[in-house]
C-alpha cells in the first residue's frame, strides 16, 4: 500500500513539475467564417480562428471542439484535429471545416419569418485541448449581427475560463 501511494506522489510531482509557473493562456478570437460550396443540402462552412501564443514553449493542439449557435440554435457543431504547432511567442491561423444542423437551420428560418427582427444574434463556443497536463481553453463570443442596412456587427468577446 505505501508503494502505492508513494508512486501516485511521485506521478503527481513528476505532472506538475512539468507545468511552468509562467505559462500564460494563449488568446484566441474568431477571424473568419464564410459560406463554403456544398453538395446537397446541407450548407457547409469555413471558421477561422486566430491563435496568439504569449510562451515560449511551442503550443501544440490535440484537438477543438466548437458550436455556433444564432438566436439560441445550434446550427454548427463541430471537432478538428491535426493543427500545425504555434511556436513560441508566435501566432498562428487554425481553420475548421463544418457542416450546419439542417432541422435546427429549418427552426431557426420559421422562427426568423415569425419574429422578422432587424438583428440576430450570434454565439461561437470552442474548446481547445492542449493535450497533457494543460488545461483546456474556453472561448466565447457573442454578439449581434445587424440585418439592416446600415450598420455591422457588434461583437462581445470574452475568455472564458
Known sequence: MRNLIAGLLAVLLGACATLSPNYEE???TLSSFKALPS?????AFEIGLRIINPNSQPL????IVYTVSLEGHELVKGVGKDFPVIEGYSEGEVKLTAAANLLAGIRFVGDMMQERGESVEYEFK???DLGG???SIRVSERGEINLS???GRRPE???LK
Open 26 to 28: 494563449p488568446t484566441v
Open 39 to 43: 453538395e446537397g443540402m446541407v450548407p
Open 60 to 63: 501544440n493542439l490535440d484537438g
Open 126 to 128: 470552442a474548446k481547445l
Open 133 to 135: 497536463l494543460y488545461p
Open 149 to 151: 442596412k446600415d450598420s
Open 157 to 159: 468577446a470574452e475568455a
